[in-house]
Antibody, heavy 117, light 109 residues
């Protein structure tokens, strides 16, 4: 069974840094496109970043220059390093596999990041 | 950047009724559109991809149609577990940017 499990969320002060992890089982992270999607409290879904199997990375304008997506093939784990965090980065962060180059499936259960002083 | 507009924002229906949800793109996305369901407190799940293909394990009461700029998700007969928020999504060609619509909440009338 394919499963994604996020971790690393928590309360962080504005300007701080946090790294989220997404451990995968049942498939190989490095062979798939992988992405992060976030959801602010009570709001809709917002795509954050994607990493292609070849290693290319892309970001939403809202996080470009502050967030970095990476993966550890030996641990079969996806990461996102979040720097210079702002209140508007407060959200549940989901990792997801990207199928057919376009669609998110499956999704992890999400991890909550709260940016507040 | 392609904008996806979903309507209505909220749909109030009774179990057993038919639900029709709309997603309109600001420019043509051909058939490259997906639908997701998000129940309260849960992660989204893929329902429909490529506008009309049901994802694995999705019941036949869910169907998608449309191409170009106008798309529809239809739930033929609402089950209690179908009351949720539904999002459409597309990916632009280059650079790859993934966009979601604002969502439609299907609530019990």
């Amino acid at each position: 069974e394919v499963q994604l499990v996020e971790s690393g969320g928590g309360l962080i002060q504005p300007g701080g840094s946090l790294r989220l992890s997404c451990a995968a089982s049942g498939f190989t992270v490095s062979s798939n496109y992988m992405s992060w999607v976030r959801q602010a409290p009570g709001k809709g879904l917002e795509w954050v970043s994607v990493i292609y199997s070849g290693g290319s990375t892309y970001y939403a304008d809202s996080v470009k220059g502050r967030f970095t997506i990476t993966r550890d093939n030996s641990k079969n784990t996806l990461y996102i390093q979040m720097n210079s965090l702002r209140a508007e980065d407060t959200a549940v962060y989901y990792c997801a596999s990207v199928i057919g180059s376009n669609w998110f499936d499956p999704w992890g259960q999400g991890t909550l990041v709260t940016v507040s002083s | 950047e392609i904008v996806l507009t979903q309507s209505p924002a909220t749909l109030s229906l009774s179990p057993g009724e038919r639900a029709t949800l709309s997603c309109r793109a600001s420019q043509s996305v051909s058939s490259y559109l997906a639908w997701y369901q998000q129940r309260p407190g849960q992660a989204p799940r893929l329902l429909i991809y490529d506008a009309s293909n049901r994802a694995t394990g999705i019941p036949a009461r869910f169907s998608g149609s449309g191409s170009g700029t106008d798309f529809t998700l239809t739930i033929s007969s609402l089950e209690p577990e179908d009351f949720a928020v539904y999002y459409c999504q597309q990916r632009s060609n280059w650079p790859p940017v993934f966009t979601f619509g604002g969502g439609t909440k299907v609530e019990i009338k």
